[in-house]
């Protein structure tokens, strides 16, 4: 049996209120634009999740919601807030049983690093080390449960950034 993981890191967020606590900024513009293209390209590839992991950051939450992906169950994780990568597997391993493709939206550095060390390979793609935001990682594991992934066993699908789509 195979799983799916789609990797996404939050779409580009709003600095301009000082005021505003680091969890609750929402996206600008350009993440309310690229979110969409993301989402499309998802469904054009045939990448549609089953169900979503998504930090509980109101960025990360918006990105979700403009990914267009209305009809799949969303749950909602404080611990991917800024999560290092190990906290992140560990989150992954808890997901549904029954869904063969996972959606996972958080931040970076942690997403970049969880990427990095998910797959067996790298993609050949200039930005997949920094990963930026909204950068998307398909990715395919030869496991039965979410609990049976491992470093280094992922294989890549597909990775696309909001510039590759413009």
């Known amino acids: 049996m195979s799983l799916t993981l789609i990797l996404i890191r939050h779409a580009k967020s709003d600095w301009d209120d000082p005021t505003l606590d680091d969890h609750d900024r929402p996206l600008n513009e350009r993440g309310r634009r ?11 590839k ?20 403009r990914l267009g992906f209305d009809t799949v169950q969303a749950s909602y994780h404080h611990r991917l807030y800024h999560a290092p990568a190990p906290v992140m597997l560990g989150t ?10 996972v959606a996972m939206v958080g931040h970076n550095p942690g997403i970049a690093e969880c990427a990095e060390r998910l797959l067996a390979h ?19 594991f030869d496991a039965a449960n ?21």
């Open 34 to 44: 690229d979110a969409p293209r993301i989402g499309a390209w998802l469904r054009a």
């Open 46 to 65: 045939g990448h549609v999740p089953v169900a979503a992991m998504i930090s509980t950051a109101v960025r990360a939450a918006e990105t979700w919601a």
């Open 92 to 101: 992954l391993a808890t997901a549904r049983s029954d869904a063969p493709v």
């Open 122 to 140: 790298s993609p050949d793609h200039a930005r997949f080390s920094d990963y930026p935001t909204c950068a998307t990682l398909v990715a395919r």
């Open 146 to 166: 979410w609990s049976d992934i491992h470093w280094g066993t992922g294989t890549v699908l597909d990775f696309a950034t909001p510039h590759d789509l413009r």
